[in-house]
């Protein structure tokens, strides 16, 4: 049987923050609920994802994904791996495997990490797979080295990209509201000083 502590020790920990929210956070408990197989199965028609927008706090700027599946600029992140079970720890994975990144660290709170966003998204049919959904849990991770990043493929290009630019070649709503909250995270941590610029 999966170890589902993880990850509902990070749905306990969140506060939905909209209707949707909530209606998706109650998809991934009931998803839960049976404690029969594994969660985060790719053959479940609805599975556990996770992913992190990456932030370099001292500009305010994000990184995005060119995801080909989707034709559209994502957050980076993705599948658990056999075994793995913490979406914090998935989402740190996967977002160093994408962006060649070492130094990520849990944003605001350097020691915590905390989820962002609990989402429901569609995924068409592809590689051999059916029309499927992913219950994606968000983080934020940030980063002091933003020169360093590297694509984990020529097709899986990255771009940083202030709020504002991310927001326009955002074509997914959930993602959208994604960066809307870290722009919020990123104005307080401003405010305590985390380094960014003026």
Same mark, same amino acid.
């Given at each position: 049987?999966?170890?589902?502590?993880?990850?509902?020790?990070?749905?306990?920990?969140?506060?939905?923050?909209?209707?949707?929210? @909530?209606?998706?956070?109650?998809?991934?408990?009931?998803? =839960?609920?049976?404690? +029969?197989?594994?969660?985060? +199965?790719?053959?479940?028609? /609805?599975?556990? %994802?996770?992913?992190?927008?990456?932030?370099? $706090?001292?500009?305010? !700027?994000?990184? =995005?994904?060119?995801?080909?599946?989707?034709?559209?600029? /994502?957050? #980076?992140?993705?599948?658990?791996?056999?075994?793995?079970?913490?979406?914090?720890?998935?989402?740190?994975?996967?977002?160093?495997?994408? %962006?060649?990144?070492?130094?990520?660290?849990?944003?605001?709170?350097?020691?915590?990490?905390?989820?962002?966003?609990?989402?429901?998204?569609?995924? $068409?049919?592809?590689?051999?797979? $059916?029309?499927?959904?992913?219950?994606?849990?968000?983080?934020?991770?940030? %980063?002091?080295?933003?020169?360093? #990043?590297?694509?984990?493929?020529?097709?899986? &290009?990255?771009?940083?990209?202030?709020? +504002?630019?991310?927001?326009? #070649?955002? !074509? @997914?709503?959930?993602?959208?509201?994604?960066?809307?909250?870290? &722009?919020?995270?990123?104005?307080?941590? &401003?405010?305590?000083?985390?380094?960014?610029?003026?």
């Amino acid at each position: 049987m999966a170890d589902h502590g993880p990850l509902l020790a990070a749905l306990d920990a969140h506060r939905p923050i909209s209707p949707v929210e @909530e209606a998706d956070m109650a998809r991934v408990r009931d998803l =839960l609920a049976g404690g +029969d197989g594994d969660p985060w +199965d790719r053959d479940r028609p /609805l599975h556990a %994802t996770a992913s992190a927008l990456v932030l370099h $706090p001292p500009t305010g !700027r994000v990184l =995005l994904r060119w995801h080909e599946r989707m034709q559209s600029w /994502l957050q #980076v992140g993705g599948h658990a791996d056999p075994g793995e079970g913490d979406p914090a720890a998935v989402a740190r994975r996967e977002a160093q495997e994408e %962006t060649g990144l070492t130094d990520l660290a849990p944003f605001p709170d350097r020691e915590a990490y905390r989820l962002v966003h609990v989402v429901v998204v569609p995924v $068409p049919a592809g590689r051999g797979e $059916p029309a499927h959904e992913h219950a994606d849990l968000r983080y934020l991770l940030a %980063t002091g080295a933003p020169d360093d #990043v590297v694509p984990e493929s020529a097709a899986a &290009g990255l771009r940083w990209l202030s709020l +504002d630019a991310a927001h326009s #070649v955002a !074509r @997914e709503e959930n993602l959208r509201i994604t960066l809307g909250r870290a &722009g919020v995270i990123l104005g307080r941590a &401003g405010d305590r000083g985390y380094g960014r610029r003026p």
